[in-house]
């Protein structure tokens, strides 16, 4: 288990994370310490703890958002997949109806030819 500290509102925590992780939470510590210095200018010495609390939920409100965002975007993708696999039934189906007119096309040419194959020539004098 690594060991890394990060700063947050001028304040060094030790924490422990795996191995290979500690870049990670290093950025991800410098990203809600932006959230503590924002509110802290915002609001002044309010306390750390509410201050925390305070990040933290706007932290949540910003996940909740994307949350959302994802699922409206999972709905997207699936309703092109259900689009996309209506048109490839679509498609095929008209292959289809183009196969059995072109089977029946040469049907009717191969019956021509054999018509015009079994007239009898005419005499020339």
Same mark, same amino acid.
């Not at 994802?70 to 993708?77: A, W």
């Given at each position: 288990?690594?060991?890394v500290?990060?700063?947050?509102d001028g304040?060094?925590?030790?924490m422990?994370?795996?191995a290979?992780?500690?870049d990670?939470?290093?950025d991800?510590?410098t990203?809600f310490?932006?959230? $503590?210095?924002?509110l802290?200018?915002q609001?002044?010495?309010i306390g750390?703890?509410?201050l925390?609390v305070?990040?933290?939920?706007m932290v949540?409100d910003?996940l909740s958002e994307?949350?959302?965002?994802?699922?409206?975007?999972?709905?997207? $993708?699936?309703s092109?997949s259900?689009?996309?696999?209506g048109?490839a039934?679509h498609?095929?189906k008209?292959?289809e109806i $183009?196969? $059995?007119?072109i089977?029946d096309?040469a049907?009717?040419l191969?019956?021509?030819?054999?018509?015009?194959l079994?007239?009898?020539?005419?005499a020339?004098?």
């Open positions: 288990m690594a060991q500290t990060v700063m947050i304040k060094a925590y030790r422990a994370c795996e290979g992780q500690e990670h939470l290093t991800l510590a990203r310490d932006r959230y $503590v210095g924002h802290k200018s609001f002044g010495e750390d703890l509410r925390t305070m990040a933290g939920i949540m910003e994307l949350n959302r965002k994802i699922e409206r975007l999972e709905g997207e $993708v699936a092109l259900r689009n996309r696999d048109m039934e498609k095929a008209s292959d $183009v196969a $059995v007119a089977g096309l049907d009717r191969n019956g021509i030819t054999e018509k015009l079994a007239r009898p020539k005419p020339t004098h």
